[in-house]
């Protein structure tokens, strides 16, 4: 435990940093900043020995704990709120970014893991959606990095482009936050491009927001059974590739935080600093992520994947608008 406690004390700083920073401009994703501070650090200074054991840490259990505790955030109420028609449509929205994504990755010849990592972190809460699901995948940590940076670029022009098309539209404030909802990453960047139109926009912002975040746990399911299947076709014996847990643990203690959170009346003040955690913890695995990330690598992928993310993002924001139109959410 000892061994951990430098590396966890200049992680924990770093991430302190990040999440000050985003106090200061909400608008800047905090855990996009915690991959960029390793990344930067481990390029451009060096990232100290002394930190390996609480960097190894934060990479695997920590984050994992961070994504089980994003169950906090899954809302059976949201559910309610949008009804059946609103939940199929979100449903649909996910899908076709996550297939069209994927279709697209293949159309630029990109990894099919980085265009996997692009699709489910557009289509599902960003950053926080390709730390989840990135055990369940090949990507290497390049990859891992470069998807996130791409959402949070995609994410931070929303804020700006989505406001001023809103104009042109005239939307009405339900129709303009639930466009925001569906066509954003993060939920941060969801809350930013909101506020800019009304309060009443952000309330319908995050209803479709977090009806989102509900989909992460089949999502997960799903890529766990693609990557046992690929374990096998690799030749991995059954033994081997049943080391990959049908339904990861940090799923499991998503759906039972879901469920506590859903069941009992949890106090306003102890659900917000469950949230919290959940966000210094994926911090924390992030920076560590971040730390193994040499630029090198990123340059090596190219500029075809920016290039197709840009794309992609403008789709999304199209069949987002689309879905909530057609469907008056």
Not at 39 to 61: E, V, Y
Not at 181 to 204: E, F, L, N, R, Y
Not at 296 to 324: D, S
């Amino acid at each position: 435990m000892t061994k951990t406690l430098p590396g966890l004390g200049l992680i924990a700083a770093v991430v302190a940093v990040a999440f000050q920073i985003n106090s200061f401009q909400p608008a800047i994703s905090p855990l996009a900043l915690c991959v960029g501070f390793g990344f930067l650090i481990a390029n451009f200074a060096t990232w100290p020995t002394f930190a390996a054991a609480g960097t190894a840490l934060s990479s695997k259990k920590l984050m994992r704990i961070g994504v089980a505790l994003l169950g906090a955030q899954v809302s059976v109420v949201s559910l309610k709120a949008i009804g059946i028609e609103g939940v199929i449509t979100v449903i649909l929205v996910v899908s076709i970014t996550i297939f069209g994504i994927l279709g697209l990755s293949k159309l630029f010849k990109m990894s099919g893991d980085l265009g996997l990592l692009i699709g489910v972190g557009f289509g599902v809460c960003g950053a926080t959606a390709v730390a989840a699901i990135r055990p369940q995948t090949r990507a290497t940590e390049e990859e891992t990095s470069y998807a996130i940076a791409l959402i949070s670029l995609c994410g931070t022009l929303s804020i700006f482009v989505l406001p001023f098309l809103g104009n042109l539209m005239g939307l009405s404030d339900e129709t303009f936050g639930a466009w925001a909802g569906a066509a954003v990453h993060d939920v941060g960047q969801v809350i930013a491009t909101a506020s800019v139109w009304s309060d009443d926009a952000v309330k319908s912002a995050i209803v479709i927001k977090l009806s989102r975040v509900c989909l992460l746990a089949p999502i997960v399911l799903i890529l766990t059974l693609r990557h046992r299947k690929y374990l096998k076709a690799q030749g991995q014996s059954a033994q081997e590739s049943a080391k990959v847990p049908l339904i990861p643990f940090f799923v499991l203690g998503f759906i039972a935080v879901a469920i506590i959170q859903n069941v009992f009346e949890i106090p306003t003040g102890i659900h917000d600093a469950i949230v919290l955690t959940s966000k210094l913890l994926l911090g924390a695995g992030l920076v560590a992520l971040g730390t193994g990330v040499r630029w090198r690598a990123i340059r090596a992928i190219g500029a075809r994947p920016m290039m197709m993310g840009l794309i992609a993002w403008a789709l999304v924001a199209g069949v987002a608008l689309v879905a909530v139109r057609v469907t008056g959410l």
